[in-house]
């Protein structure tokens, strides 16, 4: 399969990206537990405190999140050197090529590189979407039973500590 071979890299949303994000679908069973890069993009370039990221395989966008510091943060945690996980989604079309666990086992070393002073990211994911908290465990987060009611029912809390 020639889509695996592509190089898998993290990088920081730029408008060349545009086109291909906006065209990003979910099923609604996945639709229902986080957002398109479609209904973020705008928002979040208005918001500083929201850094939006984009997994490539090879030069192609194939997943989307933001990493989200400040006021959002404390919401779940009281570490000031943590970032907060939200908005993950891959694109459907790419989906069972391994590019969340890939793009997300790139997450440490690149938060290290660009958010000097992280030293843990953490994710809210409903207890109901069991494929996401398998996909987050086996990329290094880590649930330690924190939970929080969010608009959708229960939510894990699951952090990634960076060392």
Same mark, same amino acid.
């Given at each position: %399969?020639?889509?695996? !071979? /592509?190089?898998?890299?993290?990088? !920081?949303?730029?408008?060349?990206?545009?086109?291909?994000?906006? =065209?990003?679908?979910?099923?609604?069973?996945? $639709?229902?537990?986080?957002? &398109?890069?479609?209904?973020?993009?705008?928002?979040? +370039? =208005?918001?500083?405190?929201?850094?939006?990221? @984009?997994? &490539? #395989?090879?030069?192609?966008?194939?997943?989307?999140?933001?990493?989200?510091?400040?006021?959002? @943060?404390?919401?779940?945690?009281? +570490?000031?050197? $943590?970032?907060?996980?939200?908005?993950?989604?891959?694109?459907?079309?790419?989906?069972?090529?391994?590019? #969340?666990?890939?793009?997300? /086992? &790139?997450?440490?070393?690149? @938060?290290?590189?660009?958010?000097?002073?992280?030293?843990?990211?953490?994710?809210? @994911?409903? !207890?109901?979407?069991? #494929?996401?908290?398998? $996909?987050?465990?086996?990329?290094?987060?880590?649930? /330690?039973?924190?939970?929080? %009611?969010?608009?959708?029912?229960?939510?894990?809390?699951?952090?990634?500590?960076?060392?």
């Amino acid at each position: %399969m020639e889509e695996t !071979k /592509r190089i898998i890299e993290l990088s !920081k949303y730029k408008p060349e990206h545009l086109d291909v994000l906006l =065209e990003f679908q979910l099923p609604e069973e996945q $639709a229902q537990f986080t957002a &398109l890069p479609s209904g973020i993009i705008k928002k979040a +370039n =208005e918001d500083p405190s929201k850094h939006l990221l @984009v997994i &490539l #395989a090879g030069d192609i966008p194939v997943g989307f999140f933001v990493l989200n510091e400040g006021n959002r @943060v404390m919401d779940y945690t009281e +570490n000031i050197h $943590a970032l907060l996980l939200s908005a993950f989604s891959i694109n459907f079309s790419e989906q069972g090529k391994g590019y #969340a666990k890939k793009g997300l /086992r &790139l997450l440490p070393a690149f @938060v290290s590189e660009h958010f000097k002073g992280i030293n843990e990211v953490l994710l809210a @994911v409903n !207890k109901k979407n069991t #494929a996401a908290q398998i $996909a987050y465990k086996k990329s290094g987060f880590i649930d /330690r039973g924190q939970r929080r %009611m969010g608009p959708k029912g229960e939510q894990l809390i699951f952090q990634l500590p960076l060392i």
